[in-house]
């Protein structure tokens, strides 16, 4: 793919990874593949915003020069340290040993502790601004949204925010901007996004869009660091953001579970029939046999978490134990759940899910369901009837 202009003499120059299907060490699933955007700004002065993962930093060179030689970039602005962003800095900056390198003060210790090179750095900090000619850039910190050193970067006369990793999506596509793909899977991806990584950062983002409201900054385009450029409405991935943040919810309940004998599934089915006949959507996984990416992308919107599992060494079984530790370390807020499981000689396993869900910060946990062995006819009633009870409190 050829560089292409999203503004006039601003240009994508980034990689398009068709073929990555984990991220985050595995513990995120890119079935769309993604993106690693970066955007040459030339002016009087010519400014690289961003890079990308190490391994394509031959791609990245090869746009670049497309457009110029790389040894006339006067500046490199690192929004955010993580390699899939900042990866090829050291290949590019041989090419440019001259440009100045812009960044958070926490940015310029992780770079250093990445790479052990001595580039030119410029410590900036909100409202900080560089002036490119006719261009000039203004910087916006955004500490842990996700990582302590993430910054934005605006560029008022053009009315562009490029804020990282903030309002992206793993999503693989030779299409450049939102009124290009389907609307259905860009936001599908979007939401996978925000509830896979940036879900327990809730309040820090809510807060960040409010305080970019009250500093007047009018946004037309906002162009990320993965995925497409909002361009026709960036409205819309902000409005879904302050949702998101807000922990705003629909009358729908996930449930998750693992079953050692099928007794546990069979519960699970059978509060999906009483839910669903209560007029709730459900969405119901087999965590042993699911993509926990999508799990939590449900689980974004969700009212309900109803969580089971089969009793094992007196605890749960080992797949939904660790889909509970990923979740816990989400924080989602104002959820009601309920645990439920089978058991043998002893039920451990509702017990600890139990304690799980209410570390994860939710507060309303209703008591739990189980039963021994196998469910009878009359417990297969009960959970029928307490998927309605559940119902009613969504």
Not at 170 to 176: K, L, P, V
Request: glycine share 6%.
């Amino acid at each position: 793919m050829k560089p292409f202009e999203i503004k006039k003499g601003i240009y994508w120059v980034g990689v398009v990874d068709w073929n990555v299907r984990s991220f985050h060490g595995h513990t995120y699933s890119t079935k769309r593949g993604s993106t690693y955007n970066a955007y040459l700004i030339i002016d009087e002065k010519v400014a690289l915003i961003d890079t990308v993962l190490g391994s394509f930093s031959g791609e990245l060179i090869e746009r670049i020069k497309e457009i110029i030689p790389p040894e006339k970039i006067d500046y490199v602005i690192a929004n955010h340290v993580e390699t899939d962003h900042s990866g090829a800095m050291p290949a590019l900056m041989k090419l440019c040993p001259k440009a100045k390198v812009y960044g958070t003060q926490k940015c310029k210790e992780g770079l250093y502790r990445n790479y052990y090179e001595n580039w030119d750095f410029q410590v900036v900090k909100t409202g900080d601004t560089l002036k490119l000619g006719k261009r000039t850039l203004t910087f916006i910190e955004a500490p842990m949204i996700h990582w302590p050193d993430s910054m934005f970067t605006y560029c008022r006369e053009e009315e562009l925010l490029m804020p990282n990793d903030a309002f992206g999506q793993h999503y693989a596509t030779s299409e450049h901007f939102d009124d290009q793909v389907d609307q259905c899977a860009l936001m599908d991806e979007a939401a996978k996004y925000y509830g896979n990584i940036l879900w327990p950062l809730s309040s820090l983002i809510l807060r960040k869009i409010e305080d970019v409201q009250k500093m007047s900054v009018p946004i037309k385009m906002i162009a990320p660091s993965h995925g497409i450029i909002w361009r026709k409405d960036p409205a819309k991935i902000i409005n879904a953001y302050v949702s998101w943040a807000k922990n705003e919810t629909k009358k729908k309940v996930v449930i998750a579970y693992e079953s050692m004998w099928g007794s546990t599934a069979k519960m699970a089915r059978k509060m999906l029939d009483g839910m669903a006949d209560a007029g709730v959507s459900v969405k119901l996984f087999d965590i042993a046999q699911s993509d926990t990416t999508e799990v939590i992308k449900e689980m974004l919107d969700a009212k309900g978490f109803l969580i089971g599992s089969s009793t094992h060494d007196n605890d749960m079984l080992p797949s939904i134990a660790g889909f509970l530790a990923f979740l816990k370390g989400l924080k989602p807020k104002n959820r009601v759940a309920a645990a439920f499981g089978s058991f043998g000689w002893s039920g451990g396993a509702v017990v600890s899910i139990e304690k799980e869900l209410k570390e994860a910060g939710i507060a309303d946990v209703v008591p739990s369901i189980s039963c021994k062995y196998v469910p009878d006819v009359d417990e297969t009633k009960k959970c029928y009837e307490f998927g309605k009870e559940f119902a009613q409190k969504i």
